[in-house]
């Protein structure tokens, strides 16, 4: 890995303000995507898979009928419209469209054209799913593959499925090692449903954390216990008086889960109250393995998140056409919400499970 990202160090150590919390650590890898071009051999956000080219591409063959047919983009365009936002960023007397981009918006019109000749209407053929994350175990060392695979592979349809409107996803573990042709050229769909389901390809800066639960996971003891201003006061912790009324949300914006993109770790909650998932095939409550994120960190003071190298962008102002510098995957999810996945603790193979949250 050429770059490191750090989280910055917590304002208060919450183990010693609360012992009780102390056996509900776990640990989690804030992945720090970050745009790049990532080659098959590393881990990515995006970034191209190390496919066996004998392999064949997974296709969701979901009905994408129930689609509505409004804002889809191929994802040539998509990627247009980004490089065309990341110029006007940079010179804000250039909006417009360059000869160049034009030329590219004519090459993009007229491949469209040609597949939708060639084929049956996009939504109704089986759909190529999009690269979404390619962890190696290396890198994230905390991932727990069946037998000696030591590469997870996930991808989703760029369609929004019933009954919760969101990608559908697939998982693939395998052996990188038992890789060798590459497929080089994956098919790509038509076009996405929304612009957010197409990752822009990020290398990543993987690091260890150590996660404390949402206070929603917590029995109702242990979050009345947050709520006690005294016992923070007692303890010497230095917290903000102005939180004096709420010292439960300064440990939910400050002390508990870290937002962005993750691997294991404790789920992020706030459109519901939490909803355990259990494994279809034996029963047991499933564990989060990843965290598929809107945004990499908070507004306002969720920025204590946004790591030491990159506080500065963080806290300026004005971040416009699209280039906040805590979307940097330009994945979007639910309603700029996150996408957990879940795997069985027993067995990785069993069926996994997502949800918005
Ligand atoms: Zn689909
Ligand atoms: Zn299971």
């Avoid at 776990?26 to 992945?31: G, K, N, Q, T």
């Avoid at 603790?345 to 069993?350: I, L, M, V």
């Amino acid at each position: 890995m050429v770059f490191v990202r750090t989280t910055p160090p917590r304002p208060v150590d919450v183990t010693a303000v609360f012992p009780e919390l102390a056996p509900l650590a776990r640990p989690a890898i804030r992945l720090h995507p970050r745009p790049g071009s990532p080659s098959v051999g590393e881990s990515s956000v995006g970034g191209p898979l190390l496919w066996p080219a004998e392999e064949p591409w997974p296709h969701c063959e979901a009905s994408h009928l129930h689609v509505d047919s409004g804002f889809r983009q191929s994802p040539d365009d998509v990627r247009l419209m980004r490089r065309m936002q990341a110029r006007w960023h940079g010179d804000h007397d250039g909006r417009g469209t360059t000869p160049e981009e034009a030329a590219i918006k004519e090459r993009n019109a007229t491949r469209l054209a040609e597949r939708f000749a060639a084929g049956p209407p996009p939504a109704e053929c089986p759909v190529p799913m999009v690269p979404v994350a390619q962890l190696y175990l290396r890198d994230i060392p905390l991932l727990r593959p069946p037998g000696q695979a030591d590469l997870l592979q996930v991808l989703w349809c760029p369609y929004d499925h019933e009954p919760h409107h969101k990608p559908s996803t697939a998982l693939f573990w395998r052996s990188a090692a038992e890789v060798v042709d590459i497929l080089a050229t994956p098919p790509e769909p038509y076009e996405v449903n929304d612009d957010g389901y197409l990752p822009e390809p990020c290398v990543l800066a993987p690091e260890a954390i150590t996660e404390y639960p949402d206070s929603l996971d917590l029995s109702p003891q242990l979050r009345l216990m947050l709520e006690d201003w005294n016992r923070w006061q007692a303890a010497g912790a230095g917290v903000d008086s102005s939180y004096a009324d709420w010292p439960r949300d300064f440990y939910d914006i400050h002390l508990a889960d870290a937002p962005g993109w993750k691997a294991g770790g404790w789920p992020p909650w706030g459109r519901t109250d939490p909803n355990p998932r259990y494994c279809a095939v034996c029963e047991v409550q499933m564990v989060p393995l990843l965290t598929i994120a809107s945004f990499e960190w908070d507004g306002g003071e969720g920025h204590s998140w946004a790591p030491c190298e990159e506080q500065a962008a963080a806290n300026a102002a004005g971040h416009c056409c699209g280039q906040s510098p805590s979307r940097p995957t330009k994945v979007a999810v639910g309603s700029t919400d996150n996408m957990q996945i879940y795997i069985c603790p027993a067995s990785p193979e069993h069926p996994h499970t997502d949800l918005i949250q």
